[in-house]
């Protein structure tokens, strides 16, 4: 599917889910990108409430299930 297709179809409701689910997607990965270069946690909305994780290897790990990594986390800083 080329740029062009892809904007000249209709702006439905459906259309406009995916097209915002898409760029929710993208920003994530940006997120996560930057949390894995720089060792910062990652702030995510999940099951109606917002949750700390950290990255570890290509994993999103909830950051209060392991308080050992904090200290590690934030002596590595």
Avoid at 26 to 54: C, E, M, N
């Amino acid at each position: 599917m080329d740029a062009k297709t892809e904007t000249s179809k209709p702006l439905t409701v459906e259309r406009l889910t995916e097209l915002s689910q898409a760029a929710m997607r993208l920003a994530a990965q940006d997120a996560i990108d930057i949390a894995r270069a720089t060792g910062t946690p990652v702030i995510l909305w999940q099951d109606g409430g917002i949750r700390r994780f950290r990255v570890v290897g290509d994993q999103l790990v909830p950051w209060d299930d392991d308080p050992v990594s904090d200290t590690a986390t934030e002596t590595a800083a």
